[in-house]
């Protein structure tokens, strides 16, 4: 589906991180995972867990919550593995999302979603691209390329491809 014809859904999965709720577009959203093993990394960022094997693809799985500045996730039965396709200058990768539960899809009108707040945020604005109001609380709408900056993703990828090329990771279909 191209660029334009996403733009045009106003459908987002929305998703918990401790006490927030957060919802990224559904054009981005490739996949939702069960809670499955995790490989670590040797000297991966602190926020990348580590890597899964995703249909005979390495996946590198990050924890959003300390993307984020938040505690590291928990494991509870709600917890899961978003996948995502993220641009990086022009080139599509994809990247498994840590969070605490997947709440639902939700429609979203473009003219619902206020700006993103620009000062006392705990979390960077860059990363928001608005927030939605629904069922009196608020939903911080993320830009998910942007919570990825080309130095993060970079540094994934090679702790991806050093991963891949040295272990065997367990399958998960």
Not at 96 to 101: I, P, T
Not at 105 to 128: A, D, W
Not at 140 to 146: S, Y
Request: charged share 25%; hydrophobic share 40%.
């Amino acid at each position: 589906m191209n660029q334009d014809n996403l733009s045009r859904i106003n459908s987002y999965l929305s998703f918990k991180l401790g006490d927030e709720e957060f919802a990224a577009h559904v054009g981005k959203v490739l996949n939702i995972l069960e809670m499955t093993k995790i490989t670590e990394v040797p000297k991966a960022p602190v926020y990348m867990k580590g890597v899964i094997n995703l249909r005979g693809t390495v996946l590198p799985v990050i924890d959003t919550r300390i993307k984020f500045g938040m505690t590291p996730t928990e494991y509870t039965t709600n917890t899961c593995i978003i996948v995502l396709d993220i641009d990086v200058d022009g080139e599509t990768i994809q990247v498994g999302a840590l969070v605490d539960a997947v709440q639902a899809v939700l429609e979203i009108e473009k003219g619902k979603i206020m700006p993103p707040p620009s000062i006392g945020s705990k979390y960077k604005s860059e990363f928001i691209e608005g927030v939605a109001n629904i069922d009196e609380k608020f939903i911080m709408i993320l830009d998910m390329d942007a919570v990825f900056s080309t130095e993060d993703v970079t540094d994934l990828l090679n702790k991806t491809e050093e991963t891949q090329s040295t272990t065997e990771i367990e399958e998960v279909s």
